[in-house]
């Protein structure tokens, strides 16, 4: 089955710097890849999503980019801000939407 | 926020007890999806449902059942809780927009603790 790696587990920046999270997946089948963040006490909250037909997407401060290939997809944030400490998980996409995780990354931004 | 509702938001249990949390949603979506978080291990899918009576196993399924009677509703049953079901819930639910997967959407979650 689909398995999904994810580092670094630990990511701490300055305020203003770049963060960077890497995942890779098994499946090739996988064709969505969507990026959650969650802060304390709640539930994952969609951030930034790609699909297989796409390499790269933007939103603002935030970008994803998809390299099928080498089947690994990555979470650039740029301008951090003390606001974007969280946890964050990668996802990777099967049949009937199933999502499977990475097991997640601890951003801390210090300002 | 998505409509998604669960309930119990917290629940402690006793070791062999029957357990049932809901998720309930107004987004009149397809699939629902149980999940469960634990430090390490990120989000694992217990069982998730297509449809109206139809469900399906995920890769964390022994000790769980399911059930969804109507679309809105997606209930998630521990048959006789265990320690080893500690543990924070989550569901979520995905619309169907044609091919390809699209974007699921979490509910707040359920901290069960089972003594």
């Known amino acids: 089955g689909e398995n999904v790696e994810q580092h670094p587990s630990t990511l701490s920046v300055q305020e203003g710097d770049s963060a960077v999270i890497k995942c890779t997946y098994s499946?090739?089948?996988?064709?969505?890849f969507p990026w959650y963040k969650q802060e304390l006490g709640k539930g994952p909250q969609l951030i930034i999503d790609i699909r297989s037909n796409v390499g790269e997407k933007k939103d603002q401060r935030i970008a994803v980019t998809l390299n099928k290939t080498a089947k690994h997809f990555s979470l650039h944030i740029t301008e951090t801000q003390p606001e974007d400490s969280a946890v964050y998980f990668c996802a990777a996409s099967l049949l009937r939407n199933k999502l499977v995780f990475g097991a997640g990354t601890i951003l801390r931004v210090k300002s | 926020d998505a409509g998604i509702t669960q309930s119990p938001r917290h629940k402690v249990t006793e070791t062999g007890t029957p357990v049932t949390l809901r998720c309930h949603q107004t987004?009149?979506?397809?699939?629902m999806y149980w999940y469960r978080q634990d430090p390490g291990h990120g989000l694992r899918l217990i069982h998730y449902s297509y449809g109206v009576k139809d469900t399906d196993k995920g890769e964390v399924s022994d000790g769980y059942s399911v059930s969804r009677s109507k679309t809105e509703d997606f209930l998630l049953t521990l048959e006789s809780a265990t320690s080893s079901q500690t543990s924070v819930y989550f569901c979520?639910?995905?619309?169907?927009?044609?091919?390809?997967?699209?974007?699921?959407?979490f509910g707040q979650g359920t901290r069960l603790t089972v003594v």
């Open positions: 979520a639910i995905s619309p169907t927009r044609g091919q390809g997967s699209t974007e699921a959407f």
């Open positions: 499946d090739s089948a996988s064709n969505y």
């Open positions: 987004e009149n979506h397809r699939y």
